[in-house]
């Protein structure tokens, strides 16, 4: 049974002045009403809270049988009869209908207009006659495109909207018959038709189709009727034979039947497409794609086809495109483009929702309490009528929207309650003898009409648990109330004040902790979220106001998923996340009172602020929030309380109360070390460097490289994008940079840092910019050497250190650090390092290279420079780019030193084997010759 709240979607109400009673009517556009009565169109000017007033009048052919507006082109059609004969008419520029009396002029459909006429068709009114071979059955027209569907006996016919151009300041609205439909075997009472979506539905069947153009579009139209697709084998118990075998004994009833996707095409309908259009068209529609079909039985109880198990209220509702929800852009009314397409249908005391663009999947199923007569779907709402009640339902449209739209929602970024959410009835409000309902904008329009003597006395509707009465609404007593009809508008309530009234409702909620706080909470979130997807409908203090509720919306689910124990706590994550909320406001929000003594904190909570402490957040807790932080973790997530205590965001945590927990933590099934290095950090951080020594001697030093791996913000940590070294990094460097280097080492091999990254930490924890390399960089370089990186990355790595050892050398630049590797302790534990050449030795025992920082830095330099890099530098300096001078240079500057201190055979032994002869001979002849100038 669906929940039923007493809430108050329904606000001011107004009887429409109409002199006759209605037979049809619908809403236009923003501001305007159309009420059709005897053979004459009324329009009333309908404009927010104001009193719905007259707006003008003209006269039909015939009685209306059906009417609709479509918004693109504002223009009104209507079916209409006269003498037994039905006809199909467009009123177009009727807003310039000053008078009834006024001219009005009528032309065919297709009728070319010529100049001299643009100043008349400017200023009155237009009638467009769309005769047709059969008799209309019903119409529906694109909101998308402004496109006319028109149902017939076995076929719908497609009117193009066209704008006939007759001069720079006139254009005139017509239509062009470009498309018929042929459907065997169903006779459609109600169609609808949206962007090439087609929605057909007889008095038990209901069929979808997509009209798809094709992709070419330079093919030539063939205007006999062609079938898209072959006919398909006819689904389980459909045979024509049956089809036909009705006689006055007995009636053969098909079983009830659902076809998703390609399996409808087993339906045993048979669609035909036959283009009628010009061969200029724009869009050409030359197959049909079948993606529903959906048979009900008949109640064979009654022995006949009653009403009661009739189909009605067909719909296709269209979402469009929004772009982001809390953005301040303003989206353009011109601009539509379908994001979701959905599609409902009833039967008397069953509605039917399906999504029908990317997967055709039923969404809802609305139970009614009892008969309805009529409904009308919204982006926010289901609208029901029964005899004597008006019924608001949720709808989950925007739900599927959100995640057609987003893909990252249902991620810990993004959430929205899901599709499958149980729909509920916001209110069921008593009104007397209703007969029709539309809606548009904002507004519900009720046609009611009773007989005074049958009129039941007031009653109350169904109840929900805890609720209150549902009462009736009082109604004005129109000036035509005699008659027993009238037609209200029912203004509903914004979706500000509605959204209010559902959070105030689910604060009964809240000391239950019961599902039903988060389901009230999530209809709330829906309503506001649907509002903000028809942005283009959206004043901009309208949308502001909509996307602070938004915020809202998401704070209190937030609320609700922290502190409820629930299997989907963990959505307490994504809903703060899309509150905009601080974590320091989220832990403002959280009640701390301790019950009997404990304190309990839920799933949602933890995995919320763990979450948000692993995310580097720029935003640091006070002390007092940082303690009860850790006081919740010290009894909730034990484990975690060394990670959280090494987040940024816990920077002003006093260090004496986090050694405290941290040394009642039991370390069984928890790493010592890595609550050794947190005890360490926090000594460090208030002073006591005994006990830092201490608590860093009790461990081993590769034990200690692990526990940095566990947890590596000991060492570095992000603030404001940028990569900041710790206190602790810092004392390393002073202290243990064999540590430092070998941890960070162990980082970049699990993956917890990149070599980019590391690049950057070593410059910022030297203090030196970018272009000067540290030597605490160099040992980190020649330790990845040492741990046998990919070859991809050696390369570049090669090229970094050599670099760097040639401009020490050529700058005689010693390093500023004492270096962690030799020459021979690379020699001897990197294969990347070969023995010494001869060669060296005689520049190792010259007079320049007395220093033994040069000389270990020629020495690792010839062990690698020579055997991996030169070959590779001289294709670099061939291939050009930006770099090119500094290689170029690099090259000359080493050739420089060692033609001099070579001999021929030694520098022709080093040189690589392709390079160009041109580029080297230089050296080569000073090599040959210093000899003899000597």
């Not at 004969?85 to 010529?114: P, Q």
Request: charged fraction near 25%; include cysteine.
């Amino acid at each position: 049974m669906v929940q039923l709240y007493n809430l108050h979607p329904f606000g001011s109400q107004q009887v429409v002045p109409c002199k006759l009673e209605p037979e049809q009517f619908c809403g236009g556009g923003r501001d305007a009403l159309f009420v059709a009565a005897g053979c004459k169109v009324e329009a009333f000017a309908v404009s927010g809270q104001e009193l719905c007033r007259p707006r003008c009048a003209f006269s039909t052919l015939g009685r209306v049988l059906r009417l609709a507006y479509s918004e693109a082109g504002d223009y009104l059609v209507a079916i209409e009869e006269k003498n037994k004969a039905t006809f199909l008419r467009a009123y177009v520029n009727w807003r310039s209908k000053r008078t009834e009396n006024s001219r009005v002029c009528i032309r065919m459909v297709g009728h070319n207009v010529e100049a001299p006429f643009s100043e008349t068709f400017r200023d009155q009114m237009s009638i467009v006659e769309m005769p047709l071979s059969e008799a209309p059955l019903c119409i529906s027209c694109c909101p998308v495109k402004g496109d006319l569907l028109v149902g017939c006996t076995n076929k719908l016919v497609l009117f193009s909207l066209k704008y006939q151009i007759i001069n720079e300041e006139c254009s005139v609205l017509n239509f062009e018959r470009s498309l018929i439909i042929h459907i065997d075997n169903i006779t459609p009472i109600e169609i609808s038709f949206c962007v090439g979506y087609v929605a057909v539905m007889s008095d038990l069947e209901v069929l979808i189709l997509k009209l798809e153009s094709d992709p070419k579009g330079g093919e030539n139209v063939n205007h006999h009727p062609q079938k898209t697709k072959k006919p398909m084998k006819q689904a389980e118990g459909i045979s024509n034979e049956t089809l036909q075998i009705e006689s006055d004994d007995f009636v053969i009833c098909q079983k009830p039947m659902e076809l998703l996707g390609e399996k409808s095409e087993q339906s045993g309908i048979s669609v035909t497409l036959e283009s009628t259009g010009l061969a200029d068209e724009k869009i050409k529609y030359f197959h049909v794609q079948h993606l529903l079909y959906r048979r009900f039985a008949p109640d064979i109880s009654s022995y006949v086809l009653s009403d009661d198990i009739k189909l009605h209220s067909l719909q296709l509702l269209p979402i469009y495109q929004t772009g982001s929800l809390t953005s301040d852009t303003k989206s353009s009314s011109q601009e539509k483009e379908l994001l979701s397409l959905f599609c409902f249908f009833s039967l008397p005391h069953v509605g039917y929702l399906y999504m029908v663009v990317k997967s055709v999947e039923l969404m809802s199923v609305y139970q009614y309490p009892e008969k309805s007569q009529q409904a009308v779907l919204t982006p926010q709402f289901l609208h029901v009528i029964t005899s004597n009640y008006l019924q608001c339902y949720t709808v989950r449209c925007s739900a599927a929207a959100a995640r057609e739209e987003d893909p990252y929602v249902d991620t810990t970024l993004k959430a929205c309650p899901p599709v499958s959410m149980d729909v509920c009835a916001l209110r069921i409000q008593l009104f007397i003898g209703l007969k029709a309902i539309c809606h548009f904008k904002n507004h519900v329009i009720l046609l009611t009409k009773a007989d005074p003597e049958t009129i039941p006395e007031r009653k109350e509707s169904p109840k929900r648990l805890g609720s209150k009465k549902v009462t009736s609404v009082t109604l004005r007593t129109p000036p035509v109330a005699e008659a027993g009809w009238n037609l209200y508008i029912v203004n509903t309530i914004s979706s500000v004040q509605l959204y209010k009234e559902m959070v105030d409702y689910s604060n009964t909620y809240k000391t239950a902790k019961t599902q039903s706080c988060i389901h009230l909470l999530s209809e709330a979130h829906l309503l506001v979220r649907a509002a903000l997807m028809e942005a283009c409908q959206l004043e901009p203090g309208e949308k502001a106001e909509l996307i602070e509720a938004f915020k809202d919306s998401c704070a209190h689910l937030g609320d609700c998923y922290s502190r409820l124990d629930t299997q989907h706590s963990h959505l307490a994550l994504p809903y703060y996340k899309m509150s905009g909320l601080s974590m320091a406001e989220v832990l403002a929000r959280v009640d701390w009172a301790v019950e009997d003594g404990s304190q309990k904190y839920e799933r949602g909570l933890i995995f919320y602020i763990n979450h948000s402490l692993y995310e580097n957040l720029d935003e640091e807790l006070s002390e007092e929030l940082a303690a009860k932080v850790v006081q919740m973790f010290h009894v909730a997530e034990p484990k975690q309380l060394p990670h959280i205590l090494c987040s940024p965001s816990m920077k002003n945590i006093d260090p004496l109360t986090a050694i405290s927990y941290l040394r009642k933590l039991d370390t069984s099934g928890l790493s010592s070390v890595l609550v050794t290095l947190t005890k360490a950090a926090m000594a460090l951080k208030m002073g006591d460097l005994d006990m830092h020594r201490n608590e860093m001697k009790s461990h081993s030093e590769m034990k200690l490289v692990c526990g940095f791996i566990l947890e590596p913000r000991l060492l570095i940590q992000q603030r404001k994008g940028q990569m900041v070294p710790t206190e602790f990094a810092v004392h390393l460097k002073e202290t243990q940079p064999g540590l430092l280097v070998a941890s960070v080492l162990g980082l970049q091999k699990n993956n917890k840092i990149a070599i980019e990254e590391a690049d950057s930490f070593f410059k910022v924890l030297c203090g030196k910019d970018e272009d000067t390399i540290p030597q605490l960089l160099v040992d980190f370089w020649e330790a990845l050497l040492v741990a046998c990186l990919p070859d991809v990355v050696l390369q570049e790595l090669f090229f970094k250190l050599t670099s760097q050892y040639i401009w020490r050398l050529s700058k005689k630049q010693p390093p500023d650090t004492i270096p962690l590797r030799t020459s021979e302790d690379l020699i001897n534990t990197c294969s990347h390092y070969g023995l010494i050449n001869p060669w060296v030795n005689v520049l190792l025992s010259s007079d320049s290279l007395e220093d033994k920082n040069f000389m270990d830095d020629l020495s690792k330099l010839q062990t690698l420079w020579w055997k991996k890099l030169l070959p590779e530098l001289c294709q670099r300096i061939k291939r050009g780019g930006e770099k090119y001078q500094l290689y170029l240079s690099s090259l000359k500057e080493t050739l420089s030193v060692v033609a001099v201190e070579l001999e021929l055979r030694d520098f022709l032994n080093v040189l690589p084997e392709d390079g160009t002869a041109a580029f080297f001979l230089p050296y080569l002849l000073y090599c040959s010759r210093k000899k003899s100038l000597t």
